[in-house]
């Protein structure tokens, strides 16, 4: 009972395409979950049907430890979808009012969690303006103000920090972090690879509508290293041969090595040591979450959104 | 249920709110007051008596033409035309009429009337039509008719009675004042579907256009949000044609207190308001007393029952299709104009009926565009203004409103499942054949 989603299986296949091709992962309540891949992978079509806008074609969903009642569970959901945007003529008190009263908080409990968030955003002095008169950075944050209002189990953000310059995009970073001490689940779908290896504990890698990667972050680069190193060295004698690696680039007086098949980084130190050459670091080069990224998606034809038909 | 009721609350208060709302829902009602009382006000004000001296030469008038209560007033005088001139100078009189010596009734000559300033058409129509009338007169009983002959054919204007077979009485004026109503509230009911269907479309495309269509999507059903929005924009003209109704009476009746000294003159007044006619229907003239007589019997608790009926059948019918048309379009209203088309075909379809139902209540069209759902909220108000089971049966009615009733659930329907696809889809405008797709594909 440790997950809070638990995706069996899901299929939603268009007329003209597979958008999400029998997919199946769960998430660990209180975790922050990362679902990535290119334009068009069927990301957002996931996420419709985590939120009960889609009906899936076949699969189940499990939230919660039930099967997953739209209706219902509805409440428990937050969701901030890429394709974003507030009553411009409306003011801001009062959207906000309007859109927790939506999730189903009466209107009292509604009142005193805006002004929490407002408080805790230094949002009080934009009760009355309309949003038409905010920027896109103020009217973001008040987009996930609304999205997290009414403290749900499950928070999904698509592409939150589009449009936030970096000191808001750190306040709602640091707010995730909060929600996600305070027992909030964090799903969080994005194509910006070093805000996800900087914030998700867990992350999952879809491209044409199906999985390609799933664990932790440090999991998968574990999985995708390629065994280099990096040495920085007081001075770089003319050749350098090892029986256990092969030097693939050289700057200066750092070099980057590729260990042999069936050495370990202790069998590349003593060579160095051996040689009486001063070791100033030694690091292992694991691949960024990008270069994996970009590996396991190249050469797959992504297709993207606009050549997709209309039905969608 | 509940969030329809939330969503209707904020399209309801959001435009009730606005500035534009109390502008034209208690403007317009107060513009048509003070254009009304504009009009009475200079009609009484400018005394009305034209006054025009007659130098009968000839002695055809006798020294008297019948001004009946006119505001024209005849006064005979023996006077050359320069001393007339003169007295019109002195603005003694309005104008006036000389008839020369050699003048005769049966020959070809024509009179002269001369004014001080240019006689505008009504007061030169009345004129002429008195004077023709007096000389009409002379000439008949030149013709060896006598007085009581000639009073007896003047007094005799209604030969047929027209009835029902129910045996109400159905005279000129009571079919004439159906005929209003009938044309008046279909009429209504036309520009309501056109306003407020257009108002829900562009609610629809705000929505969409704005992008927040899915963020309220992820907590309501897209068709609670098509209902509450169609709910709150028909309490929103529900609403604002009340305070229409109330307002234009009201201000009518408040009339005679702001001019009180006004009344006497009032009623000479020929442009009066309909609810003052109600009022004030102890008219001696007998063209007054059949209006009143004709507003008694026609039956307008019902009238107003059926328009509220239909009015909101109406509404509901077609504004979901005006909403499914917002949905499939994008930021460019003319997109939305080629998709209207075959929405906007039967309400425009039903106008045209509607023109020939208020004349012949139960011909095979009528009937037929009274029954039909997308017609019927127009044509029937045309047909119901002539009274059931006159212009009406009951049966034909009931049809009626049951088919509407069933009709606004199955556009509802449709129009439900294309909104759902519609509200989340950006990129091209659909064609009619692929909204018809969405329509009728699962989820």
């Known amino acids: 009972m440790n997950n809070i989603l638990e995706l069996h299986n899901l299929k939603k296949y268009y007329a003209t395409q597979k958008a999400v091709d029998d997919i199946s992962f769960s998430i660990n309540r209180g975790s922050i979950f990362g679902l990535l891949g290119p334009n068009g992978a069927g990301k957002t079509t996931l996420l419709r049907m985590i939120t009960g806008i889609f009906f899936p ?35 801001i008190g009062e959207q906000a009012l309007y859109l927790a009263q939506l999730k189903g908080l009466s209107r009292s409990e509604a ?5 929490f968030w407002f408080k805790r955003l230094e949002m009080e002095s934009w009760w009355n303006k309309k949003v038409e008169d905010l920027s896109k950075g103020m009217s973001q944050k008040l987009q996930f103000v609304i999205t997290v209002l009414h403290e749900p189990k499950l928070i999904i953000l698509d592409e939150p920090f589009s449009g936030l310059d970096p000191l808001n995009a750190n306040l709602i970073k640091d707010e995730i972090y909060g929600l996600a001490q305070r ?17 998700c504990d867990h992350i999952i890698l879809m491209n044409l509508g199906q999985k390609v990667l799933d664990g932790t972050v440090s999991d998968i680069k574990q999985q995708f290293k ?37 050495f370990k980084s202790n069998d590349v130190l003593q060579y160095f040591l051996h040689q009486n050459l001063t070791v100033e670091s030694f690091n292992e080069i694991l691949p960024s979450l990008n ?6 998606v190249e050469g797959t034809r992504a297709k993207t959104r606009a050549f997709q038909s209309s039905e969608a | 249920m509940n969030k329809i009721l939330l969503v209707a609350r904020r399209e309801f208060l959001s435009r009730v709110q606005k500035k534009t709302f109390l502008l034209t829902t208690i403007g317009l009602p107060l513009i048509i007051f003070i254009f009304y009382a504009a009009i009475i006000y200079f009609q009484v004000k400018s005394t009305g008596n034209y006054r025009v001296a007659v130098a009968d030469n000839a002695h055809i008038f006798n020294g008297k033409i019948d001004a ?6 005849f006064q005979f005088i023996t006077a050359d035309t320069a001393q007339l001139q003169k007295k019109l100078e002195a603005n003694e009189y309005d104008g006036y009429l000389v008839v020369p010596a050699s003048f005769s009734i049966g020959g070809k000559d024509s009179l002269m009337f001369r004014s001080a300033k240019a006689t505008g058409l009504m007061t030169r129509e009345k004129i002429e039509d008195r004077i023709n009338k007096a000389l009409e007169e002379k000439k008949l009983l030149g013709l060896n008719v006598s007085k009581a002959q000639l009073d007896s054919l003047q007094d005799q204007k209604e030969l047929i009675k027209f009835s029902s077979a129910s045996g109400k009485d159905e005279n000129n004026a009571k079919v004439g004042i159906s005929y209003a109503v009938g044309m008046i509230s279909g009429f209504l009911i036309y520009i309501i579907l056109f306003i407020y269907g257009t108002m829900v479309m562009r609610g629809v495309m705000e929505e969409k256009v704005s992008r927040i269509a899915e963020v309220i999507i992820s907590s309501v059903k897209p068709f609670q949000l098509m209902m509450g929005k169609i709910t709150g924009i028909g309490a929103v003209g529900l609403i604002q044609f009340l305070i229409w109704i109330v307002l234009v009476f009201g201000l009518q009746f408040l009339l005679p207190l702001i001019f009180p000294n006004l009344m006497g003159h009032a009623q000479h007044v020929p442009i009066q308001p309909a609810g003052m006619q109600a009022a004030h229907a102890v008219q001696n003239s007998g063209v007054m007393e059949k209006l009143s007589l004709g ?8 009238i ?65 565009g009274s029954i039909f759902p997308l017609t019927s909220p127009i044509v029937m108000m045309a047909r119901i203004a002539h009274g059931v089971p006159e212009g009406v049966t009951y049966f034909q009615l009931a049809l009626s409103m049951v088919l509407l009733v069933l009709g606004f659930l199955a556009t509802t329907w449709l129009a439900g499942k294309i909104y759902r696809v519609g509200i989340l889809m950006y990129g091209k405008k659909p064609s009619w054949k692929e909204m018809f797709k969405w329509a009728f594909r699962k989820n």
């Open chain 1, 57 to 91: 074609d076949s699969g189940n969903i499990i939230f919660d430890g039930k099967e997953f009642d739209p209706l219902n569970d509805i409440i428990k959901i937050g969701y901030m979808p890429e394709e974003r945007g507030l009553y411009k003529k409306m003011k």
């Open chain 1, 291 to 296: 270069d994996i990224f970009i590996n396991l």
């Open chain 1, 226 to 262: 390629e065994n280099k190193f990096s040495i920085k060295l007081s001075e770089i004698p003319a050749d350098i041969a090892g029986a256990s690696f092969t030097v693939t680039d050289q700057k200066a007086n750092a070099l980057t090595v590729k260990i042999k098949e069936g």
């Open chain 2, 304 to 368: 107003t029952g059926c328009f509220i009926f239909y009015f909101l059948g109406g509404y509901f019918l077609y504004s979901s299709l005006f909403a499914a048309v917002g949905s499939a379009v994008n930021e460019d209203p003319q997109d939305a104009q080629s998709l209207l088309f075959p929405i906007m075909m039967p309400i425009i379809f039903a106008m045209v009926i509607m023109t020939k139902a208020v004349n012949d209540p139960n011909s095979p069209l009528a009937v037929f």
């Open chain 2, 295 to 302: 507003l008694s019997e026609v039956n307008f608790p019902l």
């Open chain 1, 183 to 199: 027992g909030c689940t964090v799903i969080f779908s994005t194509h910006r690879m070093e805000q996800v290896e900087e914030i």
């Open chain 2, 68 to 73: 009946k209560n006119d505001e024209i007033v």
């Open chain 1, 111 to 115: 009142m005193e969690k805006i002004k």
